[in-house]
């Protein structure tokens, strides 16, 4: 008996370690580098290591070890898809409150609920996503209880048990009209809790620390992640005054009034987004990013002159609201061409797996007499280096450049176009399975034959 729980004790910590990364060169493919330039015909792509080596044309490719050279056959290959403002892994069922931890409308909490710890690696809407391929995804809850929604995480795809690769990457506040409705009906309202909670913060810097790189009080930080407040970790002596914020919740704002944190506003009209431009008046130090922003092609000049990032919704042609009367299919366009740095909003769809069809739909845009959309590099670069870049992994994700993570996928045909589909899909360096239960239920009845058993019955 107790060989035999060692054997299979071997063999879960086998099925649990990570595989390893694969050194592979792609040749006679098209390469699409993410970085916003044309696609490269006659291309290739090596991975070592589990990072990019090379990717350009085939006559500067380095020479590569025998054995690692695959003929791509004239198809795609690009960096792996980034999905920003998502909620994959936070639930199952959508309808099954059990299963669904997006919202926490009951909760004391508010900017100190974290993310990280609840994704779950194994929710099929991961895997499926990842055979649409995307690769990393900003993950977010949405706000129910306040206007603060807590703090997002970065995920990888892969098929591994570890999916999030940095906690606490950004906090997330609704403003504007639905800010208004969290707070108690009032754009004003909305207006003075935000400003309350930042002061707070500010107020609760003062009387402690948070963990610092070189260790410090509390939990030690590491590498880029912000680290947990000392007061959030251990027994300590409350403030004198609690106005509005719990301790949790002041210490979880606290790198975002020192702008170690970014800060993603969810604004939508071009009233609230002038609103959340003069905030960062009064707050200098505040890394704003702007999510929505249905009208932002009204105040395109302003937002780039503030430096402001925008994370769009990608085809608003009628509004949702009061708040998007002035939506265009344009808008992503316009704010590009004013200088705006624009990551197309995975939140906006139904399914983000959408993504590289929202992204042709900017390109076919062009031909329209009268409209602005993106070129084909830029539409690519709108879910794939712009997202990454936002996320704080410019350089490491989204693209493929020397040095870069092997995140890569190798499609059938142009992967703007609808009828476009992954043929692999590479995280890390590591090839990953494209099954899921969307795939098996296809392939389960593929076969009609109505002399089997019910397909209930066969395993």
Do not use: C
């Amino acid at each position: 008996m107790k060989r035999a729980l060692t054997m299979a004790a071997s063999l879960l910590a086998l099925a649990a370690a990570p595989a390893a990364a694969q050194d592979i060169a792609i040749t006679d493919v098209t390469v699409v580098t993410g970085d916003g330039s044309e696609p490269i015909e006659n291309g290739s792509v090596v991975v070592r290591g589990g990072k990019v080596v090379y990717a350009g044309h085939a006559e500067n490719m380095p020479a590569v070890p025998a054995g690692i050279s695959v003929d791509g056959g004239g198809r795609w290959v690009t960096p792996g898809l980034f999905a920003t403002m998502t909620n994959l892994g936070l639930w199952d069922v959508g309808a099954v409150r059990e299963s669904n931890d997006i919202r926490a409308g009951g909760s004391p909490f508010s900017a100190a609920l974290d993310v990280a710890p609840v994704v779950n690696p194994a929710s099929q809407h991961i895997l499926i996503h990842r055979a649409a391929g995307i690769t990393r995804a900003a993950v977010a809850g949405a706000a129910s209880g306040s206007i603060f929604a807590g703090q997002g995480a970065i995920i990888d795809l892969g098929s591994d048990a570890q999916a999030v690769t940095r906690p606490r990457a950004f906090q997330v506040v609704e403003l504007g009209e639905g800010g208004a409705r969290l707070a108690g009906g009032s754009r004003a309202s909305a207006q003075a809790l935000f400003r309350n909670a930042l002061l707070e913060a500010g107020e609760f810097e003062r009387n402690g620390t948070i963990t610092s790189p070189g260790g410090g009080r509390g939990i030690t930080r590491q590498g880029d992640d912000i680290g947990i407040d000392s007061r959030m970790a251990r027994t300590a002596r409350d403030r004198a005054s609690d106005v509005l914020l719990t301790r949790f919740d002041a210490a979880a704002l606290v790198p975002v009034a020192r702008g170690e944190q970014p800060l993603y506003v969810l604004v939508e009209r071009a009233a609230d987004i002038r609103s959340a431009l003069a905030l960062k008046q009064e707050f200098p130090r505040l890394d704003m990013v702007l999510v929505g922003a249905s009208e932002g092609w009204l105040v395109a000049s302003e937002i780039a002159a503030a430096g402001v990032p925008v994370i769009a919704d990608g085809l608003d042609d009628l509004p949702q609201g009061f708040d998007q009367l002035a939506s265009t299919q344009s808008n992503i366009g316009r704010m590009v061409k004013a200088g705006v740095k624009v990551a197309i909003n995975a939140a906006a769809m139904e399914n983000p797996r959408n993504l590289n069809q929202y992204a042709g739909n900017l390109v076919a845009l062009t031909r329209i007499p009268g409209a602005d959309g993106l070129s084909w590099g830029q539409a690519f670069a709108a879910i794939s280096s712009v997202p990454a870049a936002i996320s704080g992994m410019g350089g490491k994700a989204g693209v493929l450049a020397p040095g870069a993570m092997g995140d890569l996928v190798i499609w059938d045909g142009d992967p703007l176009e609808v009828g476009s589909m992954p043929v692999k899909v590479f995280i890390d360096g590591v090839e990953q399975p494209l099954d899921n239960h969307q795939s098996r239920l296809k392939e389960r009845y593929r076969d009609l034959d109505e002399s089997d058993l019910p397909k209930a019955y066969d395993w």
